[in-house]
């Protein structure tokens, strides 16, 4: 993580020196730089958190990551006004103050211990990672958690986990399965979609044209702070439930939005009533509320959860692929379906939400407060919506439990 902060420092440098030295060759450098900062980035710091968490609030601390890159887009939107640095002389500036978290993570990320799972499991030095988990929990006796390390150390084989496994194994298949198809539907979700019809909703509101700008990062703040509320939620409810109902309401949100943006349209140059506008505004907020508390978070909570020390790392690369592909795509053909069905591009996004509700109700389990080894034996035992009991001793040494998903 130290060496890819590096990365996203020189993005900074080469970004704010792009008008300076009259080099658009530098914006493009510091765009590439910051694709391989982020794509790398996000998988890591998902794996360090979900590593170094005691299983009782691994979901809150996974959601702080969330919380934290929501933050940085609400931050991204301020700077970026035109009464700060949103102006054809100052935009340089937005991007050479990244080099300032960049500095302060360089200084500050030595402090913090090498996840401990890591150090047991990986490279099973056994001494190092007690020491680190008692460095992180701040308490002297950490013997259970080094016993549930040393029994997964047992039993991980040594050579490195491939991608390829992760496809041929039945053990792993459903959940890599889920793991991916849980970034496609977070990409997916039509969440790009409503903030590019943003300026239309506000403008249908009759909303001031200087005004907007406001309105947008007034979204960035209900994105924040919805994702700060769901952090002891993650815990008291459990992934399923924060999945499962605000994926609903995502779907039902974007129909109704869709019935509205359509009625807006179809009075052409004259303005629809501002009431209908100030609807939409509503709904489209309960849409990003219903994101930032489920599809938001949770995908990349779950990547880490599902999988233990040996397969995780191919785990999260492959999902990480299916995420930044599918985004790709959306970008990319997202300004072609616009000009192409409207409004009506929403109903593919009702579509995929519509399944992802279905999928996640049969295919994901709850993983809030279960060891690695428990979940395995959900996803083993097919019917996740069931309640499962806690494993017993014998069960966990694998005695009588033959992992083997193809149940599923």
Known sequence: MLLIT?????????????????????????????????????????????????????????????????????????LGLQELMGTPDLWPMLFAFVA???????????????????????????????????????????????????????????????????????VHRIPILVACLMMVFQQWSGIN?????????????????????????????????????????????????????????????????????????SYGDEKAPSWMGYVSIIIMLVYIIGFAVGL???????????????PRAAAMSMSLVFNWVTNFILLLTFPFLQIAMGPYTFILFIAILIFAVFFIFFFVPETKGKTFEEIQHILAAGKVWKKHPPLLADEVLGEDVPMDTTKV
């Open 6 to 78: 590096v990365i996203m420092f020189l993005a900074a440098i080469t970004g704010g020196i792009t008008k300076a030295v009259k080099a658009p060759e530098c914006l493009m450098i510091s765009r590439m730089l910051v694709g391989l900062h982020s794509g790398v980035n996000i998988g890591l710091a998902s794996l360090y958190l979900a590593e170094i968490s005691p299983k009782e609030i691994r979901g809150a601390v996974g959601t702080c990551h969330q919380l934290a890159i929501t933050i940085g887009i609400l931050l991204a939107q301020i």
């Open 100 to 170: 300032f978290p960049t500095l302060v993570t360089l200084v500050l990320m030595p402090f913090c211990p090498e996840s401990p799972r890591y150090l047991a499991v990986k490279m099973q030095k056994i001494a190092e990672a007690e020491a680190a988990l008692r460095k992180l929990r701040g308490v002297s006796d950490v013997s259970d958690e080094i016993e549930e390390m040393s029994l997964e150390a047992s039993k991980s084989v040594e050579k490195p986990f491939k991608v390829k496994e992760l496809l041929v194994s039945p």
């Open 193 to 265: 979609a409503v903030f590019a019809y943003s300026q239309f909703i506000f403008t249908q509101a009759q909303l001031d044209q200087k005004a907007i700008p406001y309105a947008i990062v007034g979204t960035g703040v209900t994105n924040v702070f919805a994702t700060i509320i769901v952090i002891p939620l993650m815990e008291k409810l459990g992934r399923r439930p924060l999945l499962l109902s605000p994926t609903a309401i995502m779907a039902l949100a974007m129909l109704i939005l869709s019935i509205f943006l359509n009625i807006q349209e």
């Open 296 to 310: 938001g978070p949770i995908p990349f909570n779950l990547v880490s959860e599902l999988f233990t020390q040996g």
